[in-house]
């Protein structure tokens, strides 16, 4: 790494496998959020996760102003403690094609706006958010078509059936993995990339002045944006090829093992 790395103004951080495990920060994670809230650096989430799943413990930083903003739906809904910084709902026909697309796939899927997750059908995965979420999770297979959205992740029951035919670039979509059986399904121009450079317009940064951490094919766009990527060490393949050092997991305080190099603290 270059020793002469200038101190980030932001710090971009992906939630799970980044700062959290299983759906809870970890604790060493929590502790430098909190110690980095004492300087001058922005500290921003950006997840792939709907707002209205985003961790209780994530929502607390950003209350207690340890957190600066969060980006979630993949760049779709940037929001602070005072206002939504930029939104980009799925058009009707956008929201119209998706679910056309995954109901001839005869797959089920959800739709995910600023205080719902909405399923076409019951899943195991929906039981399992639902247990989690109960009051802003139901399905509802029309509800695209009459509610703003902004994302929809679909739910593949086998390996080789991920819509592979399907010609997503001719419908201006895209399906990004972020999961072996479950992605995301977003206008081809959404990343967690155009959310940073809303968050770094708001706050008045280039994002070459910025540092990100993640790990995975969602960080993509969000690692060739920022001024210094790093991927953690149990990153995506095609994520740490594009990183500009990758560090250890979670486990091994790989987040911390790059803010002391850099001496940023």
């Known amino acids: 790494m270059n020793n002469k790395t200038p101190t980030p103004k932001i710090i971009f951080f992906d939630i799970d496998d980044t700062l959290s495990r299983n759906g809870e920060i970890a604790p060493q994670n929590k502790a430098t959020?909190?110690?980095l809230a004492k300087t001058d650096i922005k500290l921003v989430i950006s997840t792939g996760r709907s707002k209205p799943i985003l961790p209780l413990d994530i929502l607390a930083l950003l209350e207690a102003d340890v957190l600066d903003a969060i980006i979630c739906m993949n760049?779709?809904?940037?929001?602070?403690n005072e206002r939504v910084i930029s939104d980009y709902p799925l058009s009707s026909e956008q929201a119209a094609t998706?679910?056309?697309?995954?109901?001839?796939?005869?797959?089920?899927?959800?739709?995910?706006?600023?205080?719902?997750?909405?399923?076409?059908?019951?899943?195991?995965?929906?039981?399992?958010?639902?247990?989690?979420?109960?009051?802003?999770?139901?399905?509802?297979?029309?509800?695209c078509h009459f509610n703003t959205v902004y994302q929809c992740s679909v739910f593949f029951d086998e390996q080789d059936q991920k819509m592979q035919d399907v010609d997503f670039v001719k419908h201006k979509l895209k399906l990004v993995h972020w999961h072996e059986i479950v992605g995301d399904i977003l206008p081809i121009d959404a990343s967690k990339a155009r959310g940073i450079?809303?968050?770094?317009?708001?706050?008045g940064v280039e994002a070459t002045e910025c540092m990100a951490f993640g790990d995975?094919?969602?960080?993509?766009?969000?690692?060739?944006?920022?001024?210094?990527?790093?991927?953690?060490g149990d990153a995506k393949d095609e994520l740490?090829?594009?990183a500009d050092f990758?560090?250890?997991t979670i486990e091994e305080h790989g987040i911390q093992a790059v803010l002391n190099h850099f001496h940023i603290d």
Request: net charge negative; charged share 25%.
């Open 33 to 35: 959020l909190e110690a």
């Open 98 to 143: 998706i679910s056309e697309l995954c109901r001839s796939s005869d797959l089920v899927y959800k739709f995910d706006s600023a205080t719902h997750v909405v399923w076409s059908d019951e899943h195991d995965w929906q039981t399992t958010y639902h247990d989690r979420i109960k009051s802003c999770s139901m399905i509802d297979p029309d509800y």
């Open 240 to 242: 740490k090829a594009r």
């Open 197 to 203: 450079l809303d968050v770094c317009a708001h706050f």
């Open 216 to 232: 995975g094919l969602n960080d993509l766009e969000m690692f060739d944006l920022v001024g210094y990527a790093v991927a953690m």
């Open 75 to 80: 760049g779709q809904y940037s929001f602070d």
């Open 246 to 248: 990758v560090t250890g």
